[in-house]
């Protein structure tokens, strides 16, 4: 079903629906959303917007409309870039003036003896960037839809999806930058951990398009929400390991007689993930200073990242599968409430 040849009813001259309905003809479409009637393409076909729509429907509905998706991170990013010079080159002059700075401050002013630490960091900086930009943009996407939300039938988990999209695009550019400084420190990222990337990425993007959807459906009852989600991403940087290496955290631990805790910090669903990229793009786990070596990463190999990865994946999905859930009780009432 076009989403653009669809012209919404009048909300208060149609019935909520109870279930599936049936047009004039015996044509029926079922598709997730706020409870009233919006006619079809056609005189033939009525469309139903459930808000109860089961989990299995709702991914339907997501495959079943993934140009719009599409279309939807495609309008986003011209918005953001629009009447722009340069336009999408800003998204990679961005992460090479952090880069930097980061250079200057902790090797050159700082004088941090980690070798090209600023590569270290950057390493960690995709990942946290992806998932930050994405949750933070997400959460106040469907306030600010809120016309089309109203007024047009489709799968409203989409708009959150698309500023996932949206990072997504940012990260891949971002990734060029990364690469132009690997080359230009004469790093070369360790080849068999490269197998832990794409599982990685995914966990990743699902995870976040878990926590984005969420997140839109909460803020639409709750408008705090978005300023606490800031708060709490900032406090969430913090606690994963990017600007300083895991292996601080876990010196400290045992230190202090808590190595049992180092499976706890990892529990943390980006942190494994970040390390993968670390590991994988940094091509070390340790550095020796003065004669005394220094553990960064984990000593891991390919094989346990991929372990560690394949369950941050699995409780991913479980947890995107349950946003659906979350989002589908919630946006019963959008209309009201926008």
Same mark, same amino acid.
């Given at each position: ?22 047009? %004039?003809?015996?044509?029926?479409? /079922? #598709? ?18 459930? &808000? ?7 991914? %339907?509905? !997501? ?16 918005? %953001? ?18 880069? +930097? *700075? ?11 003896? #980690? ?34 939300? %109203?007024?047009?039938? $489709? ?13 997504? *695009?940012? @990260? ?6 990364? #690469?132009? +400084?690997?080359?230009? $420190? ?16 995914? +966990?990743?993007?699902? $995870? ?5 959807? @969420? !997140? ?12 606490? /989600?800031? *708060?709490?991403?900032?406090?969430? @940087? ?8 895991? &292996? ?12 049992? $805790? ?17 590991? /994988? ?36 999905? #479980? ?6 859930? *979350?989002?589908?009780?919630?946006? &019963? ?6």
């Amino acid at each position: 079903m076009s989403v653009g040849a669809v012209e919404p009813a009048p909300l208060d001259s149609a019935p909520a629906p109870t279930g599936k309905a049936k047009g %004039k003809d015996g044509q029926t479409s /079922t #598709i997730g959303g706020s409870a009233r009637f919006v006619p079809g393409q056609s005189n033939r076909q009525i469309t139903v917007v459930n &808000g109860k729509a089961q989990v299995r429907q709702r991914l %339907k509905d !997501l495959w079943r409309n993934r140009d719009l998706l599409v279309l939807l991170t495609r309008t986003q990013l011209k918005v %953001k870039y629009k009447n722009s010079v340069l336009g999408y080159l800003w998204s990679m002059l961005n992460p090479a003036l952090v880069l +930097a *700075v980061y250079y200057v401050v902790f090797k050159v002013i700082a004088r941090n003896t #980690i070798p090209s630490f600023a590569i270290f960091l950057f390493c960690g900086l995709l990942v946290w960037n992806l998932f930050n930009n994405a949750a933070m943009a997400a959460t106040g996407v469907v306030v600010a839809n809120a016309g089309i939300v %109203k007024k047009v039938a $489709f799968p409203r988990e989409l708009l959150a999806l698309s500023t996932v999209g949206v990072a997504l *695009v940012l @990260f891949a550019i971002q990734v060029v930058v990364l #690469i132009l +400084a690997l080359v230009a $420190f004469g790093i070369t990222p360790s080849l068999p951990f490269l197998i832990t990337l794409p599982i990685a990425l995914l +966990a990743l993007v699902v $995870f976040t398009s878990a926590i984005s959807i @969420f !997140l839109s459906a909460v803020n639409v009852y709750l408008r705090d929400t978005q300023h606490l /989600t800031e *708060v709490l991403l900032m406090a969430w @940087f913090w606690s994963i390991p990017v600007v300083y290496p895991y &292996g601080q955290i876990a010196g400290a631990l045992s230190d202090h007689h808590l190595g049992s $805790f180092k499976w706890v910090y990892l529990m943390d669903p980006v942190t494994p993930i970040a390390l993968a990229f670390q590991r /994988t793009m940094y091509g070390r786990s340790q550095y020796t200073d003065k004669g005394v070596v220094s553990h960064m990463l984990p000593n891991w190999g390919p094989s346990t990242y991929c372990l560690i990865l394949g369950v941050v994946l699995v409780a991913s999905i #479980i947890l995107f599968l349950l946003s659906l859930i *979350v989002f589908g009780r919630l946006e &019963g009432n959008f209309a009201e409430e926008l």
